[in-house]
């Protein structure tokens, strides 16, 4: 940027004293020719840091997923291919469902098996109750009989037992219904089980994106452990565009802020943004927990700066940028808004300067 205000100037003085020969070059127009720039440039550059902050490195970045499958298998089919769009539901890759289907089928049958144990057990309870009422009644029947002197006590006692033996079956009954229905509960979550593995057997893009580090073929036996990743997904429906300044340049940016970057993969071109957020943290300001006091010494360490994510805006809303794109760019605050005509000359005078030198190459 003093580059290109330099530049201007030195348009201007050529112009002035040598060209058009306006005004004298002697000691006193040289020493104000050789002051104006610097103490011009100090203050306009002071004041544009503040209000329209430029950020010398923007990146774009993207989630990258580590694919483990979730069940472990023979791979049958990868139908796609590395580097290459892919929509959001798409099939990565699939896995022999034979020994899950086989398990979904043993889960069911085990369910069905122990539902009818529980319809069995609850008819036998059913048949038994009357049978135990009319047992009740004829003890109770026996018993006053007997308390009469009227009936015989070996009936009263065969009454009873009969009573006995009917209840004993009827709490058998009772007992094979809840182991049925303990069964039930266990097979339907044996069942949930199997189903969700045999849905792991296709797995499919979470986003739109597309895969690097396509480490599986068809035949492959892929595992499902979670640091034996058989490709990486980049998502590309929501990147992170960071723009990186200085701590006291950011006094007075905020949320919604307008902002321009241009990047390196598209010369020339200003892509308009607004300012999402600000991270406020780096690695300096870390604070390890553990059992150390932290270290005081006076190392210099080199300044962090401070990411802000930018979203893309307007009708650059679609414009893809790969992760791992770099360019410049520069916020616009609220203050002092004339300044920001300077720094959008700038701007797009970098931009094109970019855009001159990939020609070039």
């Known amino acids: 940027m003093e580059i290109i205000l330099l530049g201007i100037y030195s348009f ?4 002035i004293f040598f060209k058009k020969k306006w005004l004298p070059w002697n000691i006193t127009s040289q020493v ?8 011009m440039l100090a203050i ?3 004041f544009m840091n503040i209000v329209a902050p430029s950020a010398g490195e923007v990146r774009a970045m993207n989630y990258v997923i580590p694919v483990v499958p979730r069940v472990t298998g023979q ?16 099939v990565l890759f699939k896995i022999d469902p034979v020994p899950f289907e086989a398990a979904v089928k043993a889960a069911e049958a085990t369910r069905r098996g122990a539902e009818d144990q529980r319809k069995n057990a609850a008819s036998k309870k059913a048949a038994l109750t009357p049978r135990i009422d009319l047992a009740k009644k004829r003890v109770e029947q026996f018993t006053a009989l007997s308390a009469t002197g009227a009936g015989r006590r070996a009936d009263l006692e065969q009454a009873q037992s009969d009573l006995g033996n009917l209840e004993s079956e009827f709490l058998a009954a009772d007992a094979t219904e809840s182991q049925a229905r303990a069964q039930i509960a266990k097979s339907e979550a044996e069942l949930i089980n199997a189903q969700f593995d045999l849905e792991g057997c296709v797995h499919r893009a979470p986003s739109n994106g597309r895969v690097a580090n396509l480490a599986l073929q068809p035949g492959v036996r892929a595992t499902q452990f979670a640091t034996m990743s ?18 006291n340049e ?19 071109r200003i892509i308009k943004c607004k300012v999402d957020s600000i991270l406020w943290a780096t690695a300096q300001g870390q604070m390890p927990i553990s059992g150390n006091l932290p270290n005081t010494a006076p190392i210099a360490a080199p300044e962090q700066r401070i990411a802000v994510r930018l979203l893309v805006d307007g009708k650059d809303k679609g414009v893809f940028l790969a992760a791992g794109a770099r360019g410049h760019g520069a916020i616009y605050t609220e203050h002092v808004k004339f300044l920001h005509i300077i ?3 700038f701007v797009r005078v970098s931009a094109k300067l970019d855009w001159f030198v990939a020609k070039l190459h």
């Open 12 to 15: 201007f003085v050529w112009l």
């Open 230 to 247: 058989v490709m990486s997904f980049i998502e590309e429906d929501d990147p992170w565009v960071l723009a990186f300044f200085r701590q």
């Open 32 to 39: 104000i020719v050789v002051t104006i720039p610097i103490i």
């Open 343 to 345: 720094r959008k000359v």
């Open 44 to 46: 306009i550059i002071l």
């Open 75 to 90: 791979v049958t089919e990868v139908p796609i291919e590395p580097n290459r769009p892919i929509k959001k539901g798409d």
């Open 250 to 268: 950011l006094r007075y940016v905020e949320p919604g802020n307008e902002a321009e970057i241009f990047m390196e993969v598209y010369p020339g």
